[in-house]
């Protein structure tokens, strides 16, 4: 969708810093559902308010102050709805998503959402069936962020260089890219300096998660055990999605380690967890999951597993 600069926006409703603010507020309210629902149930919403905002910035009429908010708070919402859609399985329009993210943030000269949103088409990348490109994507989304990028921000990026990494099978590469998102951590210091709700869900918890999940997807089970064995998940059962993924990981590490009957315990609850939210990204993931099991299907605890499952 193109979004239209005061310069040439037809004349509509006025448009000030207040109008803005409402639609950041609704931003986050959005954000937290989707942490409790999943993308696939909050998909509609998120493409209704991308219309709402988009039609506003294309027919209203504003000063240059608040153009440039405007712009900023809807590239948050493409990006936001690109991983709504990622989150619900339409992959293109995620993808389409990510690149008017990127083309709002640079109108509106916020080169940090710009490179945010370019890690987010590589994350979506990465997480496809051809993720090449995805490493040049992580790599560029760090070289295009400003200087002064915040630390929070920056773990974020290095962490969606590590996984584009772990996707093609770069050993090193993600050893370099957690390395970025360790130092990064250190340098936060939340009590001097405020975040944008952006990244308020990055912690060293998710960035471990996201460490052991690499590790996993390398086939390394002697590194992605012991960061996944070792974390209290920062999330508990109401948080189903992200507590699925984290044990569909710690099972597949249980497998490739030949743990069966751990990985099992971990693989049903994962299962019994992602009947409590709506994410087909999520349900693509544990079925691959169960793929790692067949192999061993004639072992009792994974014939149960898989039947219990076969729907």
Not at 255 to 262: F, I, K, M, T
Request: net charge neutral.
């Amino acid at each position: 969708m193109s979004v239209a600069t005061p310069a040439v926006a037809a004349k509509g409703q006025r448009l000030g810093m207040a109008d803005v603010q409402r639609y950041s507020k609704r931003l986050v309210e959005l954000r937290r559902l989707d942490d409790f629902s999943g993308g696939s149930s909050v998909y509609p919403l998120v493409a209704e308010e991308v219309i709402d905002l988009s039609n506003a910035a294309a027919h209203g009429s504003y000063s240059d102050a608040t153009a440039r908010a405007l712009l900023s708070v809807l590239a948050e919402l493409y990006q936001f709805a690109s991983w709504i859609a990622f989150d619900s399985g339409r992959i293109p329009r995620a993808k389409s998503l990510a690149q008017s993210a990127s083309a709002a943030a640079t109108q509106a000269g916020n080169r940090t959402l710009a490179s945010t949103a370019l890690s987010e088409l590589s994350y979506i990348t990465a997480s496809s069936a051809s993720p090449k490109e995805s490493v040049s994507m992580a790599k560029a989304s760090l070289a295009n962020a400003p200087r002064d990028v915040l630390a929070a921000v920056e773990v974020v990026l290095a962490d969606r260089l590590a996984w584009a990494c772990a996707r093609t099978g770069d050993t090193q590469g993600v050893d370099h890219a957690l390395g970025v998102s360790e130092r990064a951590h250190d340098r936060r210091d939340t009590k001097r300096v405020a975040e944008p709700d952006t990244v308020y869900w990055i912690n060293r918890d998710e960035s471990k998660i996201m460490a052991g999940r690499c590790w996993a997807e390398l086939r390394k089970p002697e590194r992605s055990l012991p960061v996944l064995e070792s974390l209290t998940v920062p999330y508990d059962d109401s948080h189903a999605r992200e507590v699925s993924l984290y044990q569909s990981w710690l099972a597949g590490s249980y497998v490739d380690s030949g743990d069966l009957e751990r990985a099992v315990h971990s693989a049903d609850r994962a299962l019994e967890l992602s009947r409590a939210t709506s994410s087909k990204r999520l349900n693509s993931m544990l079925d691959g999951m169960l793929m790692d099991f067949k192999p061993h299907k004639q072992v009792p605890k994974v014939k149960q597993l898989l039947a219990n499952w076969a729907a």
